[in-house]
């Protein structure tokens, strides 16, 4: 509405909004404790971990304050935590093809596994995006690459693109020992899993006419 923010400095000296839900007036200190065991958005279990512990000094707030809290592995968690990486598998796959569009997909919980749209222009270019993928995210374990026909926000024709134009002992990327993600229960003391990558594009320089759905 144009006027200035109302504001107030806490005993800190720091300057919050005055109309603020919460402000907490707290040190993080040089000490590390344990974090966890908590549900990570896989709804799995977590590693524990060391982080720095903070020391709370005041909690200020307004009347009738609201408390905003994530449930883990639901949409939200699923947004703030894995949506940030489809830029970065975006940004990685541009580098080596003409990339359209990333989905983390809801069963990969939003951070295992990816959808990721290319234009291939060379016979390479699936398995080029492959690699890049997982150099943008080395946490995901699985990546399905598809052609601009194919919606990637929709699983199922996701699983028709790969049953109908993949074929898996040539369209299939498997790599050993890569480092992965501790939200993934299978991977070895020493944090290292198998990921794999499927190129369900169109066979490339094949008519498109039999791959392509009429309905």
């Not at 939200?76 to 940030?84: F, K, N, S, V």
């Not at 919980?109 to 234009?119: D, E, M, P, R, T």
């Not at 369209?171 to 890569?178: G, R």
């Amino acid at each position: 509405n144009g006027n200035a923010m109302q504001v107030i400095t806490l005993e800190n000296g720091v300057t919050v909004p005055a109309d603020a839900e919460y402000a907490m007036c707290a040190t993080i200190t040089s000490e590390d404790d344990d974090e966890g065991p908590y549900i990570d958005i896989t709804g799995t279990i977590d590693d524990v971990r060391k982080q720095p512990v903070i020391e709370v000094h005041s909690i200020h707030h307004r009347n009738n304050p609201i408390f905003h809290a994530i449930l883990p592995a639901l949409g939200e968690h699923h947004a703030l935590m894995g949506l940030p990486r489809a830029p970065t598998i975006f940004s990685s796959v541009s580098k080596v093809c003409d990339c359209r569009d990333v989905v983390m997909t809801s069963g990969g919980s939003g951070w295992l596994a990816a959808v990721v749209q290319i234009v291939p222009q060379s016979p390479d270019d699936a398995k080029a995006a492959i690699m890049a993928a997982f150099s943008g995210h080395p946490s995901m374990k699985s990546v399905t690459i598809v052609d601009t026909d194919i919606n990637p926000t929709d699983p199922v024709r996701v699983e028709w693109a790969l049953m109908t134009r993949w074929q898996p002992d040539k369209d299939t990327v498997i790599l050993s020992n890569q480092r992965g993600s501790s939200l993934d229960p299978t991977r070895t003391e020493d944090g290292l899993t198998s990921k794999i990558g499927y190129d369900a594009t169109i066979p490339f320089g094949s008519d498109k006419k039999p791959y392509t759905s009429v309905l």
